[in-house]
Structures are given as structure tokens and as C-alpha cells.
T-cell receptor, first 116, second 111 residues
Framework: SAVISQKPSRDICQRGTSLTIQCQVD?????MFWYRQQPGQSLTLIAT???????TYESGFVIDKFPISRPNLTFSTLTVSNMSPEDSSIYLC????WGPGYNEQFFGPGTRLTVL | DQQVKQNSPSLSVQEGRISILNCDYT??????FLWYKKYPAEGPTFLIS?????DKNEDGRFTVFLNKSAKHLSLHIVPSQPGDSAVYFC??????????FGSGTKLNVKP
């Protein structure tokens, strides 16, 4: 398994500001993922972050709004930029520690963001 | 478009009885299906999975059934225990690479 930590665990932010969420894994992994869980909705993939390359964003998500860094194989950040109340959500990072095809993902505890 | 749906946001079951959580999907090309359990303030944890070439997989008290013709997946928990109270997500895997998650079902097992 992989142990994943996220910072902050929760935050309350003002409209128009930005928040950077950190994700730390206890082992080196190739692929890291960022998800959003909005109230009553599906867990939605924002982007895939591979070390050494640009993140790949899913439809409806853009780099200007959700810039991602992946400086090494154990760490990634997701920034939620120019926030609005619609960005209030739980943000989770996850990894596939054994690579594609093994079918199991491990998730961080999530960051609960409230935008006023 | 939501390709994986869990139409019951909540379910309440008496301890010792069976819990049945349901999941429907729209894409017949999904390769693999998984169930995750999530406690408050924690990330989802993997519970059980099933390949699209099978119709049943059992692991202790947990059994997952797959009905491909109906595009329906279910998780059975027998017997249910209070510690099973959590939110359960079903997920489908496309091309062994991309996950699609349902919105979750909150299970409450009453002592």
C-alpha cells in the first residue's frame, strides 16, 4: 500500500484568493491524480500528474484554474486559483503505486475547502 | 455525463442483516469494477473488485456481483456490522487506465 498525506486538511478562503494543496506519498510513484468531490456528486478526476511532464487535465478543468506541480516522485501540489464559492469541495490526491493495470488506487485523506 | 451512478444516497440496515449497495453504469467497455469505502476525514480505501469477465467475486463478508447485460453492479455485505457504517463508492475502470466513480452511498448499520 501507499501512505498519503495532504496539507491542509481543511481551509476556509475568501473569494478571489488562491489555495495550494500539498500531497506527499511515502514511496516513489509515477502517476499521481487529483480529484474533486463536490457535495452529492461523483468523485471527479481533475488531472493526472506525472513527474517530469505537464499535467494532463480532464474536460472542464484548465491549467490556469488548477495549476499542478510535480517536482519529484513523492510530491505534488494542486492550486485552486481565483476561487469562487463553486470551488467549495473536497480535493483528494491519489496514486497507483504499482502502475497502470493493477487497478487499485490509494487516496489521501482529502482537503476540505470552503470558499466564502 | 455521469457514466457510473449510485442512485441511493443512503441506506440503513440492522446489524447482522445483509447490506446491498447498488451501482449502474452506461459504458459497456469498462474493464474492471471496484468498490471503495470512505470514513469521515479519511480518503477512500479499496474494498473489493471484479473483472468484467466475471460475474461474482467474494472476499469474506463482502461479495460483488456483476450483471453485464443490465450494466449493474452490487456489493453485498453479510452480516453487516456497525463498523461497516461508511460511504461506499463504486468505480469503473476504462482501458485499465481511467477511473469513473459513482457519487457514493452512505451506509448506516444500526446496532
Amino acid at each position: 500500500s501507499a501512505v498519503i498525506s495532504q496539507k491542509p486538511s481543511r481551509d476556509i478562503c475568501q473569494r478571489g484568493t488562491s489555495l495550494t494543496i500539498q500531497c506527499q506519498v511515502d514511496s516513489q510513484v509515477t502517476m499521481m491524480f487529483w480529484y474533486r468531490q463536490q457535495p452529492g456528486q461523483s468523485l471527479t478526476l481533475i488531472a493526472t500528474a506525472n513527474q517530469g511532464s505537464e499535467a494532463t487535465y480532464e474536460s472542464g478543468f484548465v491549467i490556469d484554474k488548477f495549476p499542478i506541480s510535480r517536482p519529484n516522485l513523492t510530491f505534488s501540489t494542486l492550486t485552486v486559483s481565483n476561487m469562487s464559492p463553486e470551488d467549495s469541495s473536497i480535493y483528494l490526491c491519489s496514486v497507483e503505486p504499482w502502475g497502470p493495470g493493477y487497478n487499485e488506487q490509494f487516496f489521501g485523506p482529502g482537503t476540505r475547502l470552503t470558499v466564502l | 455525463d455521469q457514466q457510473v451512478k449510485q442512485n441511493s444516497p443512503s441506506l440503513s440496515v440492522q446489524e447482522g442483516r445483509i447490506s446491498i449497495l447498488n451501482c449502474d453504469y452506461t459504458n459497456s467497455m469498462f474493464d474492471y469494477f471496484l468498490w471503495y469505502k470512505k470514513y469521515p476525514a479519511e480518503g477512500p480505501t479499496f474494498l473489493i473488485s471484479i473483472s468484467s469477465i466475471k460475474d461474482k467475486n467474494e472476499d469474506g463478508r463482502f461479495t460483488v456481483f456483476l450483471n453485464k447485460s443490465a450494466k449493474h453492479l452490487s456489493l453485498h455485505i453479510v452480516p453487516s456490522q456497525p463498523g461497516d457504517s461508511a460511504v461506499y463508492f463504486c468505480a469503473a475502470l476504462y482501458n485499465f487506465n481511467k477511473f469513473y466513480f459513482g457519487s457514493g452511498t452512505k451506509l448506516n448499520v444500526k446496532p
